[in-house]
């Protein structure tokens, strides 16, 4: 896809984002906007997948390690054809596989089931070992929080991938500088998670997370290197592409009511019709 298509796509993700936390009356929207433009590179550029074999021994990997963000990731799912659109809107619905966290057992195109923060690095770590003991090309990709590497097992996993210079795996820090309770540094500083990384012998980009020329050339660096793993720290915005949540803590994990719910989609409407006239 050319940039244009992809910020198209990322309207229609965001849209997808909005309407499932609207009608479940509950989710992560906050974390799921900032991240959008991520998971359409991710689907619609970067990884080897195929909706129609989702279990294919030889795709690409993905791990959303802040498995709360759930409603990014099904809408990014549902575009790329996993499963149908419409679907979203049974998001945490009794009965519904659309479930608050990723389940691999239920969700076609999900690789690993998250949602329990800090855990997800791990399960993305020993995915990247086994390509490299079965001689595999596959490569695998974990999405995190900069609230969740505050947990001490994503640097447990660090140090291992770190160690065992696995090349074949990148690792994405959703930087929104905002968690649950208020500003990450406020909470517990992580940063600079620069450095933390490199000290764990990865190769580290800074990036702004929503602007796709920097995302694509990230995404080609890391696959240019070498015997070690690399982290992408993607600097971004909470709740990006509606203008009431953005950098606002409280849209974190509540919904929109329906007078928010309608303002938002007008927005990204909007925000659509300006790229169809590109």
């Not at 809107?89 to 076609?108: A, N, V, W």
């Not at 695998?140 to 929080?145: E, I």
């Amino acid at each position: 896809m050319n940039k244009l298509d992809l910020q198209k796509k990322a309207v229609d993700i965001r849209k997808g984002i909005v309407s499932s936390v609207h009608s479940a009356k509950a989710g992560h929207p906050g974390g799921s906007l900032s991240a959008a433009d991520i998971f359409t590179y991710l689907y619609f550029e970067e990884l080897h997948v195929d909706p129609k074999n989702p279990k294919d021994e030889n795709r690409d990997r993905f791990v959303l390690s802040k498995g709360h963000t759930a409603p990014g990731y099904y809408s990014a799912l549902a575009e790329r054809g996993f499963f149908p659109v419409e679907d979203l809107l049974t998001l945490r619905h009794i009965g519904s596989y659309l479930q608050g966290h990723p389940d691999m057992k239920h969700i076609p195109g999900v690789d690993m089931s998250s949602g329990s923060l800090g855990q997800g690095l791990s399960a993305a770590v020993g995915m990247a070992l086994a390509a490299k003991m079965s001689g595999k090309e596959y490569r695998t990709y974990c999405l995190c929080g900069d609230g969740e590497i505050q947990e001490g097992q994503i640097w447990e996993a660090a140090m291992f991938a770190g160690h065992r210079k696995l090349d074949n795996l990148v690792v994405i820090v959703d930087n929104n500088n905002l968690q649950i309770d208020g500003t990450v540094e406020d909470v517990c500083s992580p940063y600079p998670i620069d450095k933390k990384f490199e000290a764990f012998n990865f190769h580290v980009i800074n990036i702004d997370g929503n602007d796709f020329d920097q995302i694509d050339a990230a995404f080609k660096e890391a696959k240019a290197t070498k015997g070690m793993p690399t982290a992408i720290i993607a600097h971004t915005v909470k709740g990006k592409g509606v203008s009431f949540m953005e950098n606002n803590v409280g849209w974190h994990g509540k919904a929109p009511n329906d007078e928010e719910y309608a303002i938002a989609m007008e927005e990204l409407e909007k925000a659509g019709d300006v790229l169809c006239q590109k």
